[in-house]
């Protein structure tokens, strides 16, 4: 039975687990929202929830604290500042978990975690531009090659022509010379 066991085990070792969870922690305070598995992010949520709470109180101790488990100084730095400032009214709750469906390689459930508070301000990335669009630069890189089409038509094929006969020339040449094949004798 499972009484007072706190915790999902997700296939590591105690220390793979540990560094797992710190990195997401990390990750998760820097970008405000990340994207990973429903299992890594519901164990997430039980590890940064009570770290933003210890954040609360911003003394020496706390800071040292949540920074053995935070491996980047300057996320630590925007907990205590910037994040804490803006969660610290709510009693709890701080994480939100979205469900987004199964990954197609594996069919693993996949998830959204995002800080509550910063959900309207993690920025979306802008959509592609459409390919029909001619740039400046595409025009320029072909012009140069119409012009070697046009030196390469140009050029007269009697240069080509001449050529061709003094090559065979000098064939006929090596040819009638009587080729002499020296071997060596041994001697008994």
Excluded: C, N
Aim: charged content about 40%.
């Amino acid at each position: 039975m499972r009484h007072s066991v706190k915790g999902k085990k997700l296939g590591r070792t105690a220390s793979h687990r540990a560094a797992t969870l710190r990195l997401l922690a990390t990750a998760l305070f820097k970008h405000k929202k990340i994207k990973t598995t429903l299992a890594k992010a519901k164990a997430l949520r039980t590890y940064a929830e009570p770290m933003i709470t210890r954040a609360k109180t911003d003394s020496v101790h706390a800071r040292r604290i949540i920074a053995a488990d935070i491996i980047d100084r300057a996320v630590v730095k925007e907990l205590f500042s910037d994040i804490v400032t803006k969660i610290g009214d709510r009693p709890g709750g701080y994480t939100r978990v979205v469900r987004l469906g199964q990954r197609k390689g594996d069919g693993a459930e996949m998830a959204i975690i995002e800080l509550v508070d910063y959900s309207g301000i993690v920025k979306t990335k802008a959509p592609k531009k459409a390919k029909e669009e001619v740039k400046p630069a595409e025009e320029k890189a072909e012009a140069p090659k119409e012009e070697k089409k046009e030196k390469k038509a140009a050029k007269p094929k009697a240069e080509k022509a001449e050529k061709k006969p003094a090559k065979v020339k000098a064939k006929k040449e090596a040819d009638s010379e009587p080729k002499v094949k020296k071997t060596k004798r041994l001697s008994k």
